[in-house]
């Protein structure tokens, strides 16, 4: 019989020591969130194929996994094809299935919902470095609000849930998916260009404005086309005055209410904001998901590569199911990412138990064991880990073992009924 | 685009009423465990398909769910099998993928190891009122000890965890396998015959001595056999004496240091138990997983038909994947079971935080929004919840509903930016 030892390709078993992190930071995610007004939910791992098939989810469609129909409704034969063997699948996001959920139970949650889900989503990447199949996303979302006041307390909630995980100077970063497409527009790229030109722009930080010069050049645009719109760009350029700068410019192809919008939720954040970060304009911000309507946002930090958390709002999709509009923006943290940082910083988990080992040696009666573990049970009830254990024959090693694994050498008791004797 | 509402088949959507009593008996399983020394894993929800089907998951193994292999190795033809389409599927249970996970680290994690796990598996029963497709296990082991503190501890955890869950007047059932072969074989039953007359014997509950004795007349089994089998069971016996008397006449079939072992863990359970409950030798219960190789023990509550919690000793299955034998003993409680009593309760979550909505009123300003917004941010920082809400046209039905969310009228503040007119 083959049994095999390693996980499934692309995906990780976790071992106590970075489960403590993740258990620690499940919890303060939940409890920060929950001060915002957030209400957790939960969706099932397996969804329809018709649904994960449905275009919201860009590229990661191609990565879903898989799942084999049963019984009678798997048919093969000779014309069967690929299509014909799944009718469901992992999930790849959180936002497909809480758009569903959403149109399944409006009619019993409150009005906005600020829903908080916590869970793991599944795609067939390629296996690399630090990059899993099966990872855990951490979304909020509120629905049903049209305001500004949604991009405020989303912004304010993550936000605040770093500075409590001792994240500092960080920042946000914010544009807009209208001003995104004003800025092309306006400087004459079409309709049918913008795509192409964000997959370029986003590159920005890293190839910088002559980079993406030229790659939109080879890419075959006009050249008084890139001209005029890498004009419109200023390096390091991100206060509210370049912003408002920006809406004379866009006038025509944008309406005011955006940009001043913009600057009502970037001077609200900074009015608001209880932890070290700052909040910025940046119009080279794309964030790749095509369902985003409007507000997009990140947050970076200069010590990491990639950024921690990303959203924005995306009016359009949860219409998809209703059949009506329902106004949605979501923040995302970068659950997976903000772990490995706290693995690497050896973040140690605040607030950790007293721990206790007792060690029982071998061949002791019924009765004294039991006396052992009531006194055992009498730190437990005050909250202190114990561990109970026979004594080892080796018990220098075990000792040893012990110490490493936090154990105390003050905290490790031994209790030997030879000397009980009674 | 056909967008469909429901989850999928079998499985459910968790709204924010339930959502919190889960998170909240996830939270106290893991503070009450850890108190016990044990400590979180967890595996992917994908395993190897050769695992699951490896045949220590019985009749578990014809519920999986599979999934579609992927690009070049997913090859369709006209004599393409089932067999052929799956290299994976998702774990039906959390006792597999810690047998694998074990034999994977054991050189990494502390002997004995003592593992808590909660966490989603996938079973495609048929769907009935109560019972999902997706369903969260709930399992601690603790794997590498041969001695009985491993079943003390697991049942001591155990009882504390439901005592903590107001969870009372229960009763733990206790048995082991050897019991129940001994009992069998020495009545005169075949070693073949084992598997049938268990299935038989548990259901005893149900349908009464005289049910079985039926039951085991129509399977054909010889009449004196039976009556020498069904005299060694006595109504409501479940005492220490009884057990001790059972070793006379077993003492062919068994080694005699089993029933002390088992009366040693009654006895001592019954010493350092701090919950109000009893331990019963039952020489009826069987449990039916096929890798149980000794203890065997349950669970059950008078108020409710089915059990709580269930486990045993399972000494050879870990070595089916290391090469060399691991002892292990677990205990699962029945999370969903005990979140359908909380919620048939309507059990309120102990220690909820303080609830206020703020409502502000519409075309308020943004610096009048922040200075509401800060005020919020203050009593989150003591760890209140703030639900900051724009004020609705119809504001008398929007207070109902946040009442109806359990935020207090009193606790429901008005902000009207028309008085506060600077």
Known sequence: MAMIKKPVTGMKDILPAEMRIRDYVTQLVKETYQTFGFTAIETPAVEHI???????????????????????????????REDDLADSGLRYDLTLP????????SAELPNPFKALQIGPVWRADRPQKGRFRQFVQCDIDILGDATNLAEIEL????TTLLARLDFKNFTVRI????????????????????????????KMDKIGAEGVREELVSAGYDSGC??????????????????????????????????????????SVEQVKNADFNVVFDPTLVRGMSYYT???????????????AGGGRYDEMIGKFTGSKVCACGFSIGFERIITILLDRDYQVP?????????????ASGDFTASVMQEAMRLREQGACVLVSMMNKNKKFQKEQLEKEGFSADNIREFYYSEFKR
């Open 50 to 80: 018709e649904n994960l098939l449905s275009k919201q989810g860009g590229e990661n469609e191609k990565l879903i996994f898989k799942i084999l129909k049963r019984g009678d409704k798997l048919v093969l034969d000779d014309k069967t």
């Open 98 to 105: 809480l758009s569903r959920f959403y149109a399944a139970h």
């Open 155 to 158: 912004i304010t909630a993550t």
């Open 175 to 202: 544009n807009d998916r209208r001003i995104l497409r004003a800025m092309a527009l306006c400087s004459g790229f079409g309709e049918d260009d913008l795509d192409t030109v964000f997959i370029i722009l986003d």
């Open 226 to 267: 890139i001209d005029r719109y890498l004009s419109l760009f200023r390096e390091g350029a991100n206060d509210a005055s370049y912003l408002k700068s920006l809406s004379d410019e866009l006038s025509e192809y944008l309406d005011g209410d955006c940009i001043s919008g913009l600057c009502d939720i970037m001077e």
């Open 294 to 308: 409007g507000t997009i946002f990140e947050i970076t930090m200069d010590e990491f590569g990639s950024s921690v």
């Open 351 to 363: 607030g950790s138990k007293e721990k206790y080992a007792f060690l029982i040696e071998k061949g």
